[in-house]
């Protein structure tokens, strides 16, 4: 049950930063390279 609470605290803070990097543009590189590394295992 912890684990499924951390990957719902990771979506929901993705999604945020996705909804930000509308107003800020630095935003999107930084989440790519971020999830970039997440998920590259």
Do not use: C, H, Q, T
Not at 8 to 36: Q, T
Request: aromatic share 20%; net charge negative.
């Amino acid at each position: 049950m912890i684990k499924d609470e951390e990957i719902a605290v990771k979506v929901y803070s993705m999604n945020s930063f996705y909804y930000l990097g509308i107003e800020y543009v630095w935003i999107y590189p930084d989440l790519s390279e971020i999830l970039g590394r997440e998920y590259a295992n």
